[in-house]
């Protein structure tokens, strides 16, 4: 060690002109060398680990083996990466560990054998690394189908399972095709003209209904989110579709649908003679949550037949926005509704399947992404990757697309709603929390009461029925759904799932 010492001025000369770390250690695994960069990076002052063992710079966990590795790559005496195909953690002076890539290199000095470790502080890359696998699992993991394509030529890039499941065609097959190549309705000319405006920068994306043909001929109607992205180097344009065929179906059948379950509603409370007051109250609701938006819906059409000329289509499209997304609310009401005669009558049929916990929690935030006001942003649970759960998918879907809806509903502009997920002994602790107006204190012990508003919510759309149906499917399945709140400060709304074996 000593003599290296007295002859390093060549290696002080160039190791201190490279920014990575560098160690040296003798036959006997001491430290006889290292620059600034790598005292920097594990946290010692200048020459404070001359003379050191090299472990000190190893978390204990790898202590058994490294020496035995050491030792059969000195005998070897080949320049390598250390490693390789294995993930390598540092250990500062403070006891933070922290990921490295080293290459090791063996020389000869003065009749000794020295090793030279190379060393890089890989934080920042690991942690993009795994960004980019989080963001890739949710890409193949959507419920949505999501398709990525050249800018320039339009062959697609990528697609994801799910839109390869429902379009019929292989990746292979699609690295060929282009998105007219699956819209009959579309042609080169008009595609181009709908992303003009991406193009152009007029705005951020674009939206527009279509049809889809499968492999086997077979059609259906979607609707398009396109934008402009970039894949490394290249423009590339991505598309998120929803599958609008129930939505369409069932639109065409609104009105009659909204007549009938009315009809069938006024009915069965009327024949429950104790809740009258419920009665009453259930109707003054479905008068409001239904007259209002078919009122909106009656304006925006007849204002739709007075816009002829063509410059008025800015106008035409703000009315076709507001019938869409009142229709929209409507379709959400009757599912709350049709929801609480199954659950009245016992016909609910559960399904308990496992399935990734991410799957739905992503397909739950991504939906609610849409719903998001001015500066709002949802924080995803970081534990649940791996996290496989035996339930039934659609309830869970239900009950937590419930509470974020209301967290987003009740929360102002610029807040925050955390989710977050807790591995227990026997449940699944999946909590929402928002920053919301609260909950009353004196009406807290109501609010999953079928129809129940409390009073700071009364100028806030919505049907009392949500918390009421989530909580119930949840207790049917054995869990159950919690909540503290205070007002004006936010609420914390907890679903507890039960671990259901496998039998």
């Known amino acids: 060690m000593q003599d290296f010492q007295k002859n390093s001025n060549i290696f002080n000369l160039l190791s201190e002109g490279v920014s990575e770390g560098i160690i040296v250690v003798n036959s006997e695994q001491k430290i006889v060398a290292t620059n600034s960069s790598s005292e920097q990076m594990f946290g010692y002052m200048k020459d404070e680990l001359i003379g050191k063992s090299l472990d000190i710079l190893i ?29 390598l953690y540092g250990i500062c002076k403070n006891g933070k560990e922290f990921p490295v890539e080293a290459g090791l290199n063996p020389f000869e000095f003065y009749g000794s054998t020295y090793v030279m470790a190379l060393v890089i502080d890989i934080t920042e890359r690991k942690s993009r690394e795994e ?23 339009f062959k697609f890039l990528n697609v994801n399972k799910e839109a390869q499941r429902n379009i019929g065609y292989s990746m292979d097959e699609m690295t060929s095709m282009t998105p007219v190549d699956i819209k009959p309705d579309i042609d080169d000319l008009y595609f181009k003209e709908l992303i ?35 894949l490394g180097e290249n423009r590339v344009y991505v598309a998120f579709i929803l599958d609008i065929t129930e939505r369409r179906d069932y639109t065409e059948n609104l009105e009659n649908i909204v007549e009938e379950r009315t009809h069938q509603l006024t009915e069965a409370l009327a024949v429950e003679k104790e809740l009258n007051e419920l009665k009453t109250r259930f109707l003054s609701l479905v008068s409001h949550e239904f007259k209002t938006p078919l ?44 929801s609480v005669e199954r659950l009245e009558s016992g016909k609910v049929n559960y399904k308990i399947e496992e399935f990734p916990l991410s799957k739905t929690v992503n397909e739950v935030v991504y939906n609610c992404n849409m719903l998001l006001k001015s500066g709002q942003k949802i924080h995803y649970p970081e534990n649940i990757d791996e996290v496989n759960i035996r339930f039934d998918e659609k309830t869970l879907e239900l009950a937590l697309s419930n509470l974020i809806h209301n967290a987003i509903k009740y929360s102002p502009e610029d807040s925050t709603i955390d989710i977050i997920v807790e591995i ?34 009364l100028l806030t759309q919505g049907t009392g029925i949500g918390l009421n149906i989530a909580k119930q499917h949840i207790e049917n399945l054995g869990g159950s759904l919690e909540f503290s709140s205070t007002e004006k400060k936010g609420s914390t709304f907890i679903l507890y799932l039960p671990k259901l074996n496998t039998n």
């Open 424 to 457: 227990r002994d026997k449940d699944y602790a999946i909590k929402v929390i928002d920053e919301g107006i609260g909950i009353p204190e004196e009406e807290q012990k109501h609010i999953f009461n079928r129809y129940f508003r409390a009073e700071n919510a």
């Open 131 to 153: 960004e980019l696998s989080h963001w890739a699992r949710i890409f193949d993991e959507s419920l949505n189908e999501i398709y990525v394509f050249d800018a320039e030529t």
């Open 196 to 230: 003009a405006p991406l193009i152009n920068s007029d705005t951020g994306k674009v939206k527009f209904e279509t049809t889809h043909a499968r492999k086997d001929g077979s059609t259906y109607p979607v609707e398009v989110h396109l934008q402009l992205s970039n």
């Open 59 to 87: 978390p204990k966990r790898y202590h058994s083996g490294h020496d035995a590795h050491v030792d059969k790559f000195i005998a070897k005496s080949g320049k390598r990466q250390m490693g390789h195909g294995r993930n």
């Open 295 to 338: 009122s909106s819906i009656l304006t925006s059409i007849t204002l739709l037949g007075k816009y002829t000329e063509t410059d008025q289509q800015p106008k035409r499209d703000k009315h076709v926005t507001t019938i869409k997304n009142k229709v929209k609310y409507l379709d959400t009401i009757l599912n709350d509704f049709l």
